[in-house]
């Protein structure tokens, strides 16, 4: 079936502007994550939804970032006010489960690569 | 902060020899995980390894896990161009509501052809 889909898979835009980036998980998958990865680095965690509901969000730099999955499907990551250090690769995950000890892998789709001029 | 540490940052090898790189890490776990990363591209899941096994194989992967020394190796045996990627260790902790990937900085393999 499909992987995990992120829109857009490119996104420069200017300093202050606000920006949503998407995130189709695998079809069935009742946990999604957001990670972001600078260059060089490994992902870092931001936040983590159990179905609708965002279980985790400590992640989460600042409250610029706000991020939403209304039907326990698509997410949405939203950054508000958009600075240069927000420049990264954003990807999403999503595993079949959540919840601690669950031995699911996460499967990643291939990221917004988000840069901010 | 990043939980685990890959060693080496980057390794470069002939086609057809092994690959080796290690992981260490900090916290106590629940399970260790290996990822594969092309240039530009997501994080493409390897292999899973649970805190109470040793080594696990898939294809021409073998991981291997050290709980008292906090550390994991991945071999990669009769490595092919394209084997050539970053490769990162990620961990999960033993608590009943931390489900969070802590991931390391990654080994970048070139295989020359």
């Known amino acids: 079936g499909a992987g995990v889909s992120q829109t857009p898979s490119n996104k420069v835009t200017e300093k202050g502007k606000y920006v949503e980036l998407r995130c189709d998980p695998i079809?069935?998958?009742?946990?999604l994550y957001w990670y972001r990865q600078s260059l060089g680095q490994g992902p870092e965690f931001l936040i983590y939804?159990?179905?609708?509901?965002?279980?985790?969000d400590s992640g989460l730099p600042n409250d610029r970032f706000f991020a939403v999955r209304p039907e326990g499907s698509v997410s949405t990551l939203k950054i508000q006010r958009t600075e240069r250090g927000d420049s990264a690769m954003y990807l999403c995950?999503?595993?079949?489960?959540?919840?601690?000890?669950?031995?699911?892998?996460?499967?990643f789709g291939d990221g917004t690569r988000l840069s901010i001029l | 902060s990043q939980q685990g540490e890959e060693d080496p940052q980057a390794l470069s090898i002939q086609e057809g020899e092994n690959a080796t790189m290690n992981c260490s890490y900090k916290?106590?776990?629940?399970?260790l995980q290996w990822y594969r990363q092309n240039s530009g591209r997501g994080l493409v899941h390897l292999i899973l390894?649970?805190?109470?096994?040793r080594e696990k194989h898939s294809g021409r992967l073998r991981v291997t896990l050290d709980t008292s020394k906090k550390s994991s190796s991945l071999l990669i045996t009769a490595s092919r161009a394209a084997d050539t990627a970053s490769y990162f260790c990620?961990?999960?902790?033993?608590?009943?509501?931390?489900?969070?990937?802590?991931f390391g900085a990654g080994t970048t393999v070139t295989v020359r052809a």
């Open positions: 995950a999503s595993s079949l489960t959540g919840g601690g000890g669950n031995n699911q892998p996460q499967h």
């Open positions: 079809s069935g998958h009742t946990a």
């Open positions: 939804f159990q179905g609708t509901g965002a279980a985790d």
């Open positions: 916290t106590s776990i629940n399970n």
């Open positions: 390894i649970r805190s109470n096994e």
């Open positions: 990620a961990t999960d902790r033993p608590l009943a509501n931390d489900y969070k990937l802590s």
